[in-house]
């Protein structure tokens, strides 16, 4: 161990050095000791013990033996932490206790979502977009821990093996903390010498792993945004114009200030900002100020307006979307067409932490805390309120109160509201908190839409020709994402669901109406097929009964081309008992089949009707996701899912009077309760494909799956949302 | 003005406004971050802790009105039947986003404390005050069902 002679060669030839380093950190009683001493005396035993070693972006090891993952993604509820984390943990064989998650950085030459190019959580391809990428980098962790071990014990790394976080060969073994200093300071492999397991060779991945009991959501103790603590934090909220568009004419705001706990108010963009020590101090004293609006360049109409108005665009051509073959040929020769019109409202995300952010700005630089579900274009719309560049903005990430879409907000609306706040309380760490009331009420709702499907029928009762036209806003317009996202002036996430029709027509063609509306819009969870969804399988539906078939085996028919939807289907058909189980009188069974974000989900619903009023009594549900990294967090986002889109399918609905939304809170936007919920039974389609989204795609099929059971009871069609017996 | 509030068998001096709703004192005042804000009109049950055992929405419920009652937040659980509860919830893995399940464990702590073996309505009847927009009522009731197996397995129905 002459390590000044170590160090002479070090320098001459840093690769042959480190591998001698090794060897004598390894001779060495006190091996790591040695190496650290080295190295960077102190600091690296102080960073592996603070931090961990970095083996690459998302691996850190400590030496007590814990793996750190960075999770680039927004752990929101849909399970990221386990999902992303069982894929590094499976591929470095280590034990699933040893694993700890953080949120990443906000850094996109590290933590790009691989399938938008900018680091962000959205779409429902955490896993699809991270499976290989976080699997390569547990196993060059792996690659590191072998050769360091191989260095120690001079034995041939590949006759070493390693599992459950332990590394062995012969009489030697190693725990990856053991390891840690001196594996983590190798040269990364090349991604091409690594090999990854085969399915059939997986340890964790396919298994119920468990979200460790220390991240607290049990127990309170898990942060959120609304949890933040800084020193000297003060408290903001924001009186907003009560209609979209509407702006301050003038405002008194003597009276709030004299409000206990009050410490400024001013004016900014979205309206008027109270700050105070605390969050009550603020609301109270928001009551207290006089504020004139202008409501010059208000939106003023009322929802029923803008739906007229949407009933009559669909009367009238729009912009070609799709186009196969000549369906008003078809339709105009055909002397047997179906034709219905369905509405849809505007929906609130409504989730359950309402939107707030922390931030704190400090000359050009910003400094933030919050539920960060787009870090990419946040920092760029902070550095441009701010007039500085993205590396001066540092957004540190917590646990978001459920997401919905609503915090991937094209705008970053709430978000620089804060930075907002915050930079006219320089050096201040500021907190901006909606209310409830504010939350509803902010607009970024899922459009309202009306369509309008037509079909010629065949002898057989089957579609010949399709013609859809749909009217609503377009989400994407106005941000962004246009130019990428807009194309011909078709808004994907309008049509999305309608295109690509997934039963066979011949001749089909899609159009589209974007009309420009004051009311912000946004992407809800499932897009744009929270509502094609449900036009397309209720009309099929429709036909279906008006040839006098029975649903599934008229979908199977139409579905002949399409192995995948068949499968799912008559998986949920099979274990719903479809046409084999009798239901009690007044009972009704309905099935829709939807796929979106890469995967299929056929869900089967048995409704009871009592009445005027009815209950949504048992769901099976069967999902064909690729490789489901873990069955249960599967289930439970199917559920989840469900019951998302059973809120909407039920009750939910955003309404405006005069420019005014009419929905203020939880007793006049009523979302589902667990008085409401149905059993629900979820079944996994055994798959070895790459893993497709799991979030969103159980939403589109309930709504049109409850309207058709009701429909089975009641032979009427049901094409508006919320469902509504009289 | 100040008041003397028994939280979690401790005694806290605060000195707010007396209509200040005790959420806002224990979060804002006391740090005591688990109790959580949702609505501030008692409609979702993110809020709730046990005043004299119990399940209350503290969103509604004033720093004056809360003056000599035994409060407890879920930092100052310690039941046995709070204890399966929270086994359970990681057990189940019922927490999705988690933001309302401290008002979750909250309401079925109290619960499985006044009812050791509650029926699917009963558990309805109890938890429809709580709010879960991503939707784990399934689980919640799996979890609530396998505590009290549990308590009622160990405890004899001590309670």
Redesign the interface.
């Given at each position: 161990m002459n390590i000044r002679r170590f160090l002479k060669s070090d320098a001459a030839a840093p690769d042959t050095s480190r591998r001698a380093f090794l060897k004598v950190s390894a001779g060495a009683s006190a091996g790591l000791m040695l190496g650290v001493s080295f190295t960077a005396p102190s600091a690296l035993a102080q960073q592996a013990a603070d931090t961990g070693m970095e083996f690459n972006a998302f691996v850190s090891i400590s030496p007590d033996n814990t793996v750190k993952v960075l999770i680039k993604h927004l752990e929101?509820?849909?399970?990221v932490y386990t999902g992303l984390a069982t894929c590094v943990a499976e591929e470095l064989d280590a034990a699933w206790d040893q694993v700890v998650c953080e949120h990443a950085p906000a850094d996109v030459s590290k933590y790009a979502n691989l399938l938008m190019g900018q680091q962000g959580t959205g779409g429902s391809t955490a896993m699809a977009n991270s499976f290989m990428q976080m699997r390569q980098a547990g196993a060059a962790a792996r690659a590191m821990l072998v050769a360091a071990a191989a260095a120690q014990w001079q034995v041939d790394a590949s006759d070493i093996t390693v599992s459950d976080g332990v590394v062995s060969h012969g009489n030697h073994s190693a725990s990856f903390g053991e390891l840690a200093v001196a594996a983590a300071q190798l040269p990364a492999p090349d991604r091409a010498t690594l090999t990854l397991k085969t399915p059939a060779e997986f340890k964790l991945i396919g298994q119920?792993n468990?979200?460790r009991?220390d991240?607290g959501?049990?127990?309170?103790?898990?942060?959120?945004t609304?949890?933040v603590?800084l020193p000297g934090m003060l408290?903001a909220v924001v009186a907003h114009p009560p209609r979209f568009g509407a702006r301050v004419r003038s405002f008194d705001a003597s009276a709030a200030l004299a409000r206990?706990g009050v410490q400024q108010v001013f004016e900014i963009d979205t309206g008027i900002a109270v700050v105070a020590s605390?969050?009550?101090?603020a609301i109270?004293a928001r009551e207290l100020l006089q504020i004139e609006w202008d409501d010059s360049a208000a939106e003023t109409r009322s929802s029923g307006d803008i739906l007229a108005q949407y009933r009559d665009l669909v009367e009238t051509p729009g912009a070609m979307a799709e186009s196969h073959g000549n369906p008003d040929a078809a339709l105009s020769a055909s002397s047997d067409v179906t034709e219905l019109m369905f509405e849809y409202p505007y929906l609130a995300h409504?989730?359950?932490?309402?939107m707030n952010c922390v931030a704190q700005v400090n000359g050009d630089a910003a400094e933030m805390w919050y539920g960060c579900q787009s870090p990419t274009s946040d920092k760029a719309a902070i550095a441009g309120v701010l007039g500085t560049s993205g590396d001066k903005v540092t957004i540190h990430t917590v646990?978001?109160?459920?997401?919905?879409g609503r915090r991937a907000n094209p705008a970053s609306d709430y978000v620089l509201e804060a930075v907002r706040v915050a930079r006219q309380i320089p050096n201040t760490p500021v907190k901006l908190?909606w209310?409830?009331?504010d939350d509803m009420q902010a607009g970024y709702y899922r459009p309202a839409y009306v369509h309008k499907l037509s079909a010629a029928l065949d002898a057989a009762g089957k579609p010949s020709a399709l013609k859809v036209r749909i009217a609503g806003q377009s989400i994407m317009a106005g941000t962004s994402m246009a130019a990428l996202m807009i194309n011909n002036g078709i808004d994907n996430t309008s049509v999305e669901g309608l295109t690509e029709f997934a039963y066979d027509v011949p001749e089909r063609q899609v159009e589209l109406h974007s009309p420009q509306v004051g009311v912000p819009v946004q992407w809800w969870r499932s897009v744009g097929h929270t509502h094609t969804a449900f036009s397309k399988e209720v009309f099929i539906d429709a036909l279906a009964r008006k040839a006098g078939a029975d649903p599934v085996a008229y979908r199977l028919e139409l579905l002949k081309n399409n192995p995948r939807e068949t499968a799912v289907l008559k998986l949920a058909a099979e274990k719903a008992g479809w046409g084999t189980t009798e239901l009690p009188e007044g009972w009704g069974r309905g099935v829709a089949v939807h796929t979106s974000f890469g995967s299929t989900v056929a869900e089967i619903v048995d409704v009871s009707v009592q009445g005027n009023n009815f209950k949504v009594e048992r769901v099976v549900a069967a999902i064909d996701c690729g490789i489901a990294v873990n069955p249960?967090?599967v289930k439970?986002q199917v559920?989840?899912?469900?019951?998302?889109g059973?809120?909407a399918a039920l009750a939910d609905e955003v309404t405006l009077t005069n420019g005014l939304v009419d929905q203020t809170?939880?007793?006049n936007y009523r979302?589902?309760?667990?008085?409401a919920?149905p059993?629900?039974e979820t079944h996994i389609v055994p798959s070895t494909n790459a893993p497709s989204g799991v979030g969103e795609p159980g939403t589109p099929p309930i709504a049109p799956a409850v309207a058709n059971a009701l429909a089975a009871v009641t032979g009427r069609t049901f094409t508006r949302l919320p469902l509504r017996l009289a | 003005m100040a008041y003397l509030l028994t939280i979690n068998g401790q005694s806290h001096e605060v000195d707010?406004?007396g209509?200040?709703?005790l959420l806002?004192v224990v979060?804002?005042?006391l740090?005591l971050?688990?109790?959580?804000?949702?609505?501030?009109?008692a409609?979702?049950g993110?809020c709730t802790v046990h005043v004299d055992g119990v399940a209350t929405r503290t969103c509604v419920m004033t720093v004056a009105d809360s003056v000599g009652k035994n409060i407890t937040?879920?930092?100052g659980?310690q039941s046995p039947q709070a204890m399966a509860v929270?086994q359970a919830?990681?057990?189940l893995?019922?927490?999705?986003?988690?933001?309302?399940?401290?008002g979750q464990?909250m309401s079925a702590t109290a619960l499985l404390e006044q009812n050791p073996n509650p029926t699917d309505a009963d558990?309805?009847?109890a938890?429809?005050?709580?709010?879960?927009?991503?939707?784990?009522?399934?689980?919640?009731?799996a979890g609530i069902k396998m505590a009290a197996t549990q308590f009622t397995n160990a405890a004899g129905g001590a309670a």
């Open positions: 929101m509820g849909q399970g119920d468990t979200l009991k991240v959501k049990h127990n309170g103790t898990a942060i959120y609304q949890d603590k408290t206990r605390d969050y009550w101090s109270k409504a989730q359950m932490e309402p646990f978001a109160g459920g997401g919905f908190v209310s409830r009331e249960s967090i439970a559920e989840s899912a469900i019951a998302y059973l809120s809170n939880f007793h979302v589902l309760r667990m008085n919920m059993v629900v | 707010v406004e209509d200040m709703p806002w979060r804002d005042h740090n971050t688990g109790t959580k804000f949702g609505c501030g009109m409609q979702c993110a937040t879920i930092e659980l929270q919830w990681v057990d893995q019922v927490p999705q986003c988690g933001y309302c399940q401290s464990v558990i309805d009847a938890m429809s005050g709580n709010i879960c927009r991503c939707g784990t009522y399934p689980r919640i009731k």
